[in-house]
């Protein structure tokens, strides 16, 4: 890949010859890039070889047919769609678990305080009929996280490395741009909105698809007319605010911290929150289809 010199960090090149000749050349110069081979990657670290590396490779392909935001798109959407063909049946139950959480909040605090042995032997009993009546495996969820985290991890750092990524554009926007400098083009006579709505939508469904789960049960309970004890709905309540106060501090750190970050990686979390909404949606709908041929 060919660039401008002007577009390297040319301080964080380790290569010191290499670093001298580049220090040489004026901002307009170009300069060719190689590409990382495999044998560079894995000798840094096997995760760089054997994760990020294949990641990085998959959005440069992408991006080359179409441009860098499509290629961050397609790749986690390819990725998505491999991780959710390897574990959906622990994707599944831990759906039903996100599902059945404000239930298990409920009986909870039933139990807050009780801490003899009758008591803590009938809240058990009480949460192992949840898992039942759900089909919750509790350790499904484990599977998930084990193959999940270093793939998200994998694609944070392939986001940041792809060359696509570093010196492409999406829909004219340079994703090497950070969120706090465009909010500063304000009153200028050059506003970059684009990198502006691109972080406030990143915000927005992260909160969407970490409050969506409550949201279908909430709509499943309206539709069938579960009504709910009024001293559980009490005492649920102070749980559930400390719960929502959790999530939107995670929330508020998350966009604090990209802020200062190449708008590449919101563009990435808004990407995987969008896809973790629709597939939760897909879940839902199948666990409840299930569940009615089962009264059937």
Do not use: C
């Not at 684009?194 to 949201?215: A, E, N, R, T």
């Amino acid at each position: 890949m060919t660039v401008e010199k002007g577009k390297i960090n040319v301080s964080d090149i380790s290569d010191e010859k290499l670093k001298k000749e580049y220090e040489k050349l004026d901002d307009t110069d170009t300069i060719t890039i190689e590409p990382t081979s495999f044998k560079e990657a894995i000798s840094a670290s096997w995760f760089d070889g054997l994760i990020v590396w294949p990641i990085a490779q998959l959005i440069n392909v992408f991006a080359s047919w179409t441009d860098a935001g499509i290629g961050i798109i397609l790749a986690t959407l390819l990725i998505q769609i491999l991780v959710f063909a390897f574990t959906h049946k622990s994707q599944m139950s831990t759906q039903r678990m996100q599902e059945a959480q404000p239930e298990i909040e409920r009986i909870q605090s039933k139990y807050k305080g009780k801490d003899d042995e009758r008591s803590r032997m009938m809240m058990a009993q009480e949460v192992q009929k949840i898992y039942t009546k759900y089909d919750i495996h509790p350790f499904g969820s484990i599977l998930v996280t084990f193959i999940q985290l270093p793939i998200m991890m994998g694609m944070y750092y392939a986001t940041m490395r792809a060359a696509a990524v570093v010196y492409g554009t999406f829909l004219g926007m340079s994703l090497s741009e950070t969120p706090i400098a465009a909010f500063t083009s304000f009153g200028s006579s050059n506003v970059q909105w684009g990198p502006m709505v691109v972080y406030v939508l990143m915000v927005v469904f992260q909160i969407v698809s970490l409050q969506l789960p409550k949201w279908l049960k909430k709509y499943d309970d309206k539709k069938n007319n579960v009504k709910q004890k009024k001293y559980l709905k009490q005492e649920s309540g102070g749980m559930a605010s400390t719960m929502n106060t959790t999530m939107y501090f995670s929330t508020a750190l998350i966009a604090v911290m990209y802020l200062n970050w190449p708008i590449a990686m919101s563009f990435y979390w808004l990407v995987s929150s969008v896809i973790r909404s629709i597939q939760q949606l897909i879940l839902h709908f199948v666990i409840a289809d299930k569940e009615k041929n089962k009264k059937k």
